[in-house]
C-alpha cells in the first residue's frame, strides 16, 4: 500500500527558506508536492520522475523551489528558497503508480495517494 507522511513546514519571514520532506513507502512513478491556499484550488508545485529523476516545475515557483530525492531514505524533498507571503499554503505530497504524460504530472486528478498536509506560512 503507497504511503506518504510530509512534515517540515512551518512560520517563516518573506525571502526565507523552508525544506518540505515526504517520506514515500511503496512503488511510485511520480511524486509531486501541491499546494492548496484558502478558497483556491489544489495547485501542482513540482514534481519528480522516480525512474529518471527527471523534476518539473510550475512557472511561478520556477527558479526558487527544488524538487530531489533521497533513495536510501525513500524521501522527497521541496527545498523552498525566496518564500514569498503568497507561497502561504498547505503543501501536500502525492504519488501515483501509473505513467502519466508531462502535461498532466501537475495535475491533482487520479493521484493514488495523499500525504496529510503541513502548513507553510510566509509573512511579510
Known amino acids: 500500500q503507497l504511503q506518504l507522511v510530509e512534515s517540515g513546514g512551518g512560520l517563516v519571514h518573506s525571502g526565507g527558506s523552508l525544506t518540505l520532506s515526504c517520506a514515500v513507502s511503496?512503488?511510485?512513478?511520480?511524486v509531486t508536492w501541491f499546494r492548496q491556499a484558502p478558497g483556491k484550488g489544489r495547485e501542482g508545485v513540482a514534481c519528480i520522475i522516480t525512474d529518471d529523476g527527471k523534476a518539473y516545475y510550475a512557472d511561478n515557483v520556477k527558479g526558487r523551489f527544488t524538487i530531489s530525492r533521497d533513495n536510501a531514505k525513500n524521501t522527497v524533498y521541496l527545498q523552498m528558497d525566496s518564500l514569498k507571503p503568497e507561497d502561504t499554503a498547505v503543501y501536500y505530497c502525492?504519488?501515483?503508480?501509473?505513467?502519466?504524460?508531462?502535461?498532466?504530472?501537475?495535475?491533482?486528478?487520479?493521484?493514488?495517494?495523499w500525504g496529510q498536509g503541513t502548513q507553510v506560512t510566509v509573512s511579510s
Open positions: 502525492a504519488a501515483d503508480r501509473t505513467p502519466r504524460p508531462p502535461q498532466a504530472f501537475l495535475s491533482p486528478t487520479g493521484y493514488d495517494a
Open positions: 511503496g512503488f511510485t512513478f511520480i
